[in-house]
């Protein structure tokens, strides 16, 4: 009987290349649900009439949404890497930026 070599990995020739572990299809979209949730929650609150936490939250959602992209690899970043890295990050950040303006000048009701 001839040896048998262990091929069940793929090609035995590219031993040298990284294996990633796969992940579930659910697991990369966790980052998005929280960021999610924390937006609905902000804007729950601008419905019951708090013009200045509303906001805040809903900024604090986006600074997330910005720490999320920044530390994770684009694979396990889900739907929160849209464009470049640079470009959502710039983007998040002026966003949440411009919230937090708009809830400092807004009028208290």
Known sequence: MGQQADTAGGDPGNESAPQREEQPAWLTQIPYYL???TMGAGIVIVAAAYF???????????????????ILPPHLAGMLAVRS???????????AVLLVVLAWVAPQL
């Open 85 to 95: 890295r640079l470009f959502d990050l710039t983007l998040l950040f002026g966003l």
């Open 52 to 70: 200045k936490r509303g906001p805040a939250l809903i900024a604090g959602a986006l600074l997330l949404a910005a720490l999320f992209r920044a």
């Open 35 to 37: 960021v999610l949730a």
